[in-house]
């Protein structure tokens, strides 16, 4: 019986240990990718609310700190001919671009002509996947688009 209940406890502690998620892992529907998790949420909406939506879940809408990280979101993105919101705004001095997760601007995508704050309207929200060359504009901060999260491994 102290044999059957050892072997049982023994299974128990095995299961647990392999069950257990480990701190390395991102939250179920999140990718993995260097130190962070990512995620696409294609429902539409404003710049603001996809910030916040970020936040409510210990997220930032996702920085772009290289061509590697780029071409990572790029994938991320289903269909892939549709835009998503990032973190870059401008919206405090124009032209100074800033990532909502307080990182440093120091990786840009623009597609060509932009940012152009188009037709004088204040356009001071990042996008990705603008266009066949999926490169970056900048625009109304008001329009409705799908959104890309990240937080840091482990958050
Ligand atoms: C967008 C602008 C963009 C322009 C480029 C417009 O539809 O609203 O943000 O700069 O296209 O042609
Ligand atoms: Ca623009």
Request: with cysteine; glycine share 8%; charged share 15%.
């Amino acid at each position: 019986m102290a044999v059957i209940m050892r072997a049982l406890i023994l299974l128990f502690l095995v299961f647990s240990v392999e069950s257990a998620p480990a701190e390395e892992d991102c939250p179920y529907g999140w990718t993995p990718f260097g130190v962070k998790c990512y995620k696409f949420v294609s429902v539409s909406v404003d710049w603001v609310t996809a910030e916040k939506n970020c936040q409510s879940v210990d997220a930032n809408l996702a920085s772009v700190r290289s061509t590697i990280e780029h071409n990572f979101l790029l994938s991320l993105i289903v269909p892939p001919t549709t835009s998503a919101w990032v973190g870059g705004h401008d919206g405090e001095i124009d032209g100074q671009w800033l990532w909502s997760d307080g990182s440093q601007f120091d990786f840009t995508g623009w597609c060509s002509g932009e940012p152009n704050n188009y037709q004088g309207n204040p356009e001071n929200c990042l996008l990705i996947n603008f266009n066949n060359n999926h490169c970056w504009n900048d625009g109304q901060c008001s329009s409705a688009m799908s959104y890309i999260c990240a937080k840091p491994l482990g958050a």
